[in-house]
Antibody, heavy 117, light 109 residues
Framework: EVQLVESGGGLVQPGGSLRLSCAAS????????MHWVRQATGKGLEWVSA???????YYPGSVKGRFTISRENAKNSLYLQMNSLRAGDTAVYYC???????????WGQGTTVTVSS | EIVMTQSPATLSVSPGERATLSCRAS??????LAWYQQKPGQAPRLLIY???TRATGIPARFSGSGSGTEFTLTISSLQSEDFAVYYC???????????FGQGTKLEIK
């Protein structure tokens, strides 16, 4: 079964850091682009970052310079290092598989990040 | 930055009827447009990619159309399980950037 399982969410103070993980199974992880998408409570979806099969990375302006996406193909794992966290980063964070040119076809269940003092 | 605008924000339709949801891009995204369905407490589910290709396992009552800047998701003969929030997403421009619309809530009339 194709599956993505996120972990690492929690409560962190403003200005703090957190590292999210996403464990992939049931498919050849190294062959797929991967993404992080977040959703604040009651709000819409916001794309946070992407990493290509060659390790190329992409970010929107809202997180560029603060968040770093990475992957470890040997461990079938995706990561998101989040630094200088703000209250506006509070959200459920999803990892998603994104075959090039086809949208995001597999999603995890999400992990919740709360930035608050 | 490409901005995706969905309309209406809320759509009230009776079961068995047809629903038409719209998505507009601020500049051309060619056919690089996906639609997602999200139910409360669940992750989004890919419905349509390439503007009109149904994802694996998606019922034929879901169809997508459009190209360039104007796109439509049509759900014919609404079933109870179709009432949810729908998002469009572009994945066109380079360097790679993805943008979601703000969503359309499809509710039971």
């Amino acid at each position: 079964e194709v599956q993505l399982v996120e972990s690492g969410g929690g409560l962190v103070q403003p200005g703090g850091s957190l590292r999210l993980s996403c464990a992939a199974s049931g498919f050849t992880f190294s062959s797929y682009d991967m993404h992080w998408v977040r959703q604040a409570t009651g709000k819409g979806l916001e794309w946070v970052s992407a990493i290509g099969t060659a390790g190329d990375t992409y970010y929107p302006g809202s997180v560029k310079g603060r968040f770093t996406i990475s992957r470890e193909n040997a461990k079938n794992s995706l990561y998101l290092q989040m630094n200088s966290l703000r209250a506006g980063d509070t959200a459920v964070y999803y990892c998603a598989r994104g075959p090039s040119g086809t949208g995001m076809d597999v999603w995890g269940q999400g992990t919740t990040v709360t930035v608050s003092s | 930055e490409i901005v995706m605008t969905q309309s209406p924000a809320t759509l009230s339709v009776s079961p068995g009827e047809r629903a038409t949801l719209s998505c507009r891009a601020s500049q051309s995204v060619s056919s690089n447009l996906a639609w997602y369905q999200q139910k409360p407490g669940q992750a989004p589910r890919l419905l349509i990619y390439g503007a009109s290709t149904r994802a694996t396992g998606i019922p034929a009552r879901f169809s997508g159309s459009g190209s360039g800047t104007e796109f439509t998701l049509t759900i014919s003969s609404l079933q109870s399980e179709d009432f949810a929030v729908y998002y469009c997403q572009q994945y066109n421009n380079w360097p790679l950037m993805y943008t979601f619309g703000q969503g359309t809530k499809l509710e039971i009339k």
